[in-house]
C-alpha cells in the first residue's frame, strides 16, 4: 500500500516520518512544496499517474492566522484549491483521504464541546479558508474522504507554542499567559497515531470527525504545565485576559472538541493532553 503524505516538513509530517517506521508495510511518499506542489493540478497528475497512491494524507496548509488576513488568496489557494486537487485525484484513482482541519471552522463562542454536528461559523480568514477546503473535499470526493479537526497542535518539531514558552521560560523571570481562552492541547504525535488507526482501520468510514488530546485547560493552564515538565521554575507565569494582549486576530474562546464520533467509529483510546505534553517535553529537554 502507498500513502501519500504532503506538507512532510511541517509539525504533523515530521510526526508521520516518524511513525512510518512502525508501518514497515507500507511505503510511505513524503512531499511538500519543493518536491510536489499540491496547488498545482497538473504536477499532480503527472504525479499520481507514476505512483499508484492509496491514501492521502493531507498535512498541509497555510496556518499563519495573522499573516492570512493580508493574504487570503495564498491562504485560500492551500487550504481550499489544493485540498480540491487532492480530492480530484482521490476520485480518479480511487484512493482514500485523510485531510486535516481546525478549530478555527467555529468561532469559540459555545460552552459546550463542538460536536461534528454544530454548524461552523469561522470568523477569521484562516478559519475560512480551512472550511472552505472541507467543503469542497466533501462535495467533489464524499466517499473517499476523511476531515479530522485538531486543536492546538504542538510537536518537538517545528515552531509552536510548547517550544516557544520553553524558550521564554530559561530567558525571562516572568511571562503573562492569557488565561480566558480555553481548549485542548494537541500533541501531533498522537494525531498521527490517529491517522494511521483510520489507514489500518477495517473499515473507512469517510467524514467529519474531532480529534485532540482529551482534557481541557486555558494557554495560562498549559504554561504552568510546560514548566513544570521541564523543571522551570525561575520563572513566574501570570494571567492575563485577551484584552490585555490584543493580537490581530482575534482567537476563540472557547475550542473545545467533543471526540465521541471518532472514538466510536474507529476505536480510539485517546491519552490526555498532560501524557502527551510529558512525552514531547521529554524528547525536548533531554
Not at 486576530?249 to 476505536?267: C, E, F, G, M, Q
Request: hydrophobic share 40%; aromatic share 10%; proline share 4%.
Amino acid at each position: 500500500m502507498n500513502i501519500l503524505v504532503t506538507g512532510a516538513y511541517g509539525q504533523l509530517g515530521s510526526e508521520m516520518k516518524v511513525i512510518s517506521a512502525q508501518f514497515s508495510q507500507y511505503n510511505f511518499i513524503f512531499t511538500d512544496v519543493d518536491t510536489l506542489d499540491i496547488c498545482n493540478e497538473s504536477a499532480l497528475r503527472v504525479f499520481f499517474s507514476h505512483h499508484r497512491i492509496h491514501y492521502i494524507v493531507n498535512c498541509a496548509a497555510y496556518t499563519a492566522v495573522d499573516k492570512a488576513e493580508d493574504d487570503a488568496e495564498t491562504a485560500h489557494k492551500i487550504n481550499c484549491d489544493a485540498v480540491e486537487n487532492l480530492a480530484r485525484m482521490a476520485v480518479e484513482h480511487s484512493a482514500k483521504m485523510i485531510h486535516i482541519s481546525t478549530d478555527y471552522v467555529f468561532d469559540g463562542t459555545n460552552y459546550l464541546p463542538y460536536t461534528e454536528s454544530v454548524t461552523p461559523c469561522p470568523h477569521t480568514v484562516y478559519g475560512k479558508s480551512k472550511l472552505a477546503g472541507e467543503k469542497i473535499a466533501l462535495s467533489t470526493a464524499p466517499q473517499h474522504t476523511v476531515i479530522i479537526r485538531t486543536s492546538w497542535l504542538y510537536s518537538s518539531f517545528g515552531n509552536n507554542f510548547v517550544k516557544t514558552i520553553l524558550k521564554l521560560g530559561v530567558e525571562r523571570d516572568s511571562l503573562h499567559v492569557i488565561f480566558d481562552q480555553v481548549g485542548t492541547p494537541t500533541y501531533a504525535a498522537d494525531l498521527a497515531v490517529a491517522i494511521m488507526q483510520v489507514v489500518t482501520a477495517q473499515e473507512f468510514i469517510p467524514g467529519v470527525y474531532h480529534f485532540s488530546n482529551e482534557g481541557v485547560c486555558s494557554w495560562y493552564d498549559f504554561t504552568i504545565a510546560i514548566h513544570r515538565a521541564a523543571g522551570i521554575s525561575t520563572c513566574k507565569v501570570l494571567p492575563i485576559e485577551s484584552s490585555q494582549y490584543p493580537a490581530k486576530t482575534p482567537r476563540p474562546h472557547y475550542s473545545v472538541l467533543n471526540k465521541a464520533k471518532i472514538k466510536t467509529n474507529y476505536h480510539f483510546e485517546i491519552p490526555h493532553w498532560e501524557n502527551g505534553l510529558q512525552r514531547c517535553i521529554a524528547l525536548l529537554v533531554q
